[in-house]
């Protein structure tokens, strides 16, 4: 197989496999950007790996792949980024968040999740959560995702124009869900006036920006009722556009649909119609078989949030058991009040451990399962295969370059084990989203940190003086 063939043939196989062949194209010719590496890790099943190689960039797409030194012989950019000790790879994408949340990190830990979100959460929202929260708290989690080399993450937080805003300026790519509640939340009375205005983001989003994706993010099936779920599903239907939701969260949400509607909350928003659409749903804890069989054969995709699971005793997903079922498992962090950081490297090698130890077997969600959850199968479970997770020609160029240079990371011998088991989100070096430089060598080049850290300030200050008062009642 060409995976196994070592060095310069390895990368010529793959670049004539990818590229169409390298004698087709002029000599010389003059790409926006070259992203070398000592391994490009693309992620795709028929050529994974190519050593020495190279990323040719032009425009917003991937246009060639193949080694450094036939790359090289056909293609001077105006822009390189040097491979030296680095791992060029697929972005990481993170499949479920709560941007803003960052300026709840650290709130309140070790709680349930009902007595998380009803006595500290919502409240804390109602009286804090402005259009300066959300700029705030999206910007400082777009510096964590830059530096962490996430290029795209779904994301479901109120004030989503705003989330956009920020998105567009610091150049990454999101799927951006409208949340419609049947309660008060911030900047709404209830559910006529959320849907309506959920609604009208979509279609004033809808082929504004190509890195911005908006959707429809009802919030769960505990806070909306099944006659405004199916408003949700006639509507995105007619939009065509897509649907984020949590489901099968914890063992409270299982009981309380069961009370009422007796099944279980995959089976109830099925019925509804809502895995008639193309809908990214986060969580996917509490499932039985035939809730696994009817995620698989509508293809919905599951997010599994194993850290933000784990700190809020919700349960641990049956991730294996939809895996082989065929159900598009990808990754995501939850907001940063539940986990408390957007570190993705850290969701991949939890999965991996996790289920291992859960399962009893070693063997359990190898690494390269891992890896492909939080790219590969990723975009597939947010309905982005054919544009991103993997390096591919014609294919967005979302790309990272990880160093595996330094003295901790020796010795070296199998580059799937050390980015899942050995590397953390600072060994990221560079971050690129439809080929536009975010950061390069630890500097993120597309924010500027001080505004960012006085804005942050600022909030924190607000919330800290709140928790202070909450404590002395």
Excluded at 71 to 90: C, E, F
Excluded at 313 to 332: F, H
Aim: one cysteine or more.
């Amino acid at each position: 197989m060409i995976s196994r063939l070592a060095g310069p043939v390895a990368g010529l196989l793959a670049c004539v496999a990818l590229a169409g062949g390298l004698g087709s194209g002029p000599a010389h010719a003059a790409p926006d950007l070259i992203i070398y590496g000592d391994y490009i890790l693309t992620m795709d099943p028929q050529q994974p790996e190519i050593r020495d190689g190279a990323v040719v960039v032009e425009g917003d797409r991937i246009v060639a792949l193949g080694s450094h030194q036939e790359i090289d012989a056909r293609y001077v950019a105006s822009r390189t980024l040097p491979g030296a000790g680095r791992v060029v790879m697929p972005g990481l994408i993170n499949g479920h968040t709560h941007t803003a949340m960052t300026l709840f990190r650290g709130m309140v830990d070790d709680l349930d999740l009902m007595t998380w979100l009803n006595q500290y959460v919502f409240p804390m929202e109602g009286r804090f959560v402005t259009p300066a929260f959300i700029r705030a708290g999206t910007g400082l989690a777009c510096w964590e995702m830059i530096q962490g080399g996430t290029t795209t993450f779904v994301d479901m937080y109120f004030y989503p124009d705003d989330i956009a805003a920020v998105v567009q300026d610091c150049g990454l790519r999101a799927v951006i869900g409208a949340p419609h509640i049947d309660y008060p939340s911030p900047g709404f009375k209830g559910w006529d006036d959320s849907f309506a205005a959920a609604e009208d983001f979509v279609r004033r989003w809808q082929g504004k920006d190509p890195r911005i994706t908006p959707a429809f993010a009802p919030h769960a099936p505990y806070t909306v009722v099944p006659e405004h779920l199916r408003a949700t599903v006639e509507k995105a239907a007619e939009l065509k556009a897509p649907i984020s939701m949590h489901l099968a969260e914890a063992p409270a949400e299982s009981e309380f649909v069961a009370q009422q509607y007796q099944t279980t909350p995959v089976q109830h928003v099925a019925k509804i119609g809502m895995y008639d659409q193309p809908l990214i749903a986060a969580h996917m804890v509490q499932l039985n078989a035939e809730d696994i069989a009817l995620t698989a054969q509508a293809g919905v995709g599951a997010i599994h949030n194993p850290t933000s699971n784990m700190k809020l005793g919700a349960g641990i997903s049956p991730v294996p058991a939809m895996l082989a079922a065929g159900v598009n498992v990808g990754l995501g962090t939850d907001g940063a009040a539940s986990n408390n950081d957007l570190d993705m490297w850290e969701e991949i090698r939890m999965a991996a451990l996790l289920h291992k130890v859960n399962s009893g077997d070693p063997t359990e969600l190898p690494a390269g399962q891992a890896l492909a959850m939080a790219t590969r199968l990723g975009a597939a479970a947010i309905h982005k295969a054919g544009e991103i997770g993997q390096l591919k020609v014609g294919m967005q160029a979302d790309v990272i370059q990880v160093a595996v240079d330094k003295t901790r990371h020796q010795p070296l011998y199998d580059i799937t084990s050390h980015l899942v088991y050995v590397l953390d989100s600072t060994d990221v070096v560079s971050t690129v989203v439809a080929g536009q430089v975010l950061m390069q060598d630890r500097k993120v080049l597309s924010m500027d940190e001080a505004a960012l850290r006085r804005q942050v300030a600022e909030r924190s200050a607000e919330i800290r003086a709140a928790l202070a008062a909450k404590e002395d009642d």
